[in-house]
T-cell receptor, first 112, second 117 residues
Framework: AQSVSQHNHHVILSEAASLELGCNYSYGGTVNLFWYVQYPGQHLQLLLKYFSGDPLVKGIKGFEAEFIKSKFSFNLRKPSVQWSDTAEYFCAVLGGNEKLTFGTGTRLTIIP | NAGVTQTPKFRILKIGQSMTLQCAQD?????MYWYRQDPGMGLKLIYYSVGAGITDKGEVPNGYNVSRSTTEDFPLRLELAAPSQTSVYFC????????????????FGPGTRLTVT
C-alpha cells in the first residue's frame, strides 16, 4: 500500500520569501503524484500533478514541484510567495488502485 | 457545470441520530469518493465507488454506509452518530481510472461540516 509523509506541519513565511514544502511517498510501482491546495473555507483544488516525463512540473499560480525518484520525493516550490498563498497544502499519491492517499497536510501562513 | 455539489454545508447532530450527506456530480464521472478531514490528519478515505451499483470500503468505513444507484449521486449515511464522527466531509469524483493515469484528477465538493454532540 502507498503512503505519503509531509514533515512540515506549519510553515510561516514573510511575503516574497521562497517556499519549499516537503513530500515523501512510499510505493514501489508506477506513481502519479499530486499537490492540492485548500484555501481557508474552501474545497481542495489541484495545484499540479506528475505522471511521467519531465520530473519538473509546473502548476498554477507560479508553483512547481520536482519528482526525484531516487529520494521518493515530490517537493513543492515557489520562488516568491504572496499573502494569498496562505492555505493548507496536501501531497497525494495514486498507486496501484483508483484511490488517492493523502499526506497530513502543511499549513502555510504568509505574513504581509 | 456545477461540478461536485454537497448538502448540507453545516449540520449539528445529537449522539445516536442518523443523517445522510448528499453528494452529486454532473460531469458523468464513474468514480466517486467520500473523505473525512480532521485537523492534522489529512484526508482519510471512507468509501468509494467505481460505478453505479459498485461500492467499496476505504480506510475508515466504520459507522458509515453508502449507496450508488445512479452515476450522479453518492450519498453517505451515518446511522448512529457518535462524537468521533465530528469532522469535515468531502465528496470527490474522477472521470478516469488507471486506464488513463496521465489525465487522472479528483474533483472535490465544498464539504459538509458535521458536529456531533
Amino acid at each position: 500500500a502507498q503512503s505519503v509523509s509531509q514533515h512540515n506541519h506549519h510553515v510561516i513565511l514573510s511575503e516574497a520569501a521562497s517556499l519549499e514544502l516537503g513530500c515523501n511517498y512510499s510505493y514501489g510501482g508506477t506513481v502519479n503524484l499530486f499537490w492540492y491546495v485548500q484555501y481557508p473555507g474552501q474545497h481542495l483544488q489541484l495545484l499540479l500533478k506528475y505522471f511521467s516525463g519531465d520530473p519538473l512540473v509546473k502548476g498554477i499560480k507560479g508553483f512547481e514541484a520536482e519528482f526525484i525518484k531516487s529520494k521518493f520525493s515530490f517537493n513543492l516550490r515557489k520562488p516568491s510567495v504572496q499573502w494569498s498563498d496562505t492555505a493548507e497544502y496536501f501531497c497525494a499519491v495514486l498507486g496501484g488502485n483508483e484511490k488517492l492517499t493523502f499526506g497530513t497536510g502543511t499549513r502555510l501562513t504568509i505574513i504581509p | 457545470n456545477a461540478g461536485v455539489t454537497q448538502t448540507p454545508k453545516f449540520r449539528i447532530l445529537k449522539i445516536g441520530q442518523s443523517m445522510t450527506l448528499q453528494c452529486a456530480q454532473d460531469m458523468n464521472h464513474n468514480y466517486m469518493y467520500w473523505y473525512r478531514q480532521d485537523p492534522g490528519m489529512g484526508l482519510k478515505l471512507i468509501y468509494y465507488s467505481v460505478g453505479a451499483g459498485i461500492t467499496d470500503k476505504g480506510e475508515v468505513p466504520n459507522g458509515y454506509n453508502v449507496s450508488r444507484s445512479t452515476t450522479e449521486d453518492f450519498p453517505l449515511r451515518l446511522e448512529l452518530a457518535a462524537p468521533s464522527q465530528t469532522s469535515v466531509y468531502f465528496c470527490a469524483s474522477s472521470g478516469l481510472g488507471l486506464a488513463d493515469r496521465k489525465s487522472y484528477e479528483q474533483y472535490f465538493g465544498p464539504g459538509t461540516r458535521l458536529t456531533v454532540t
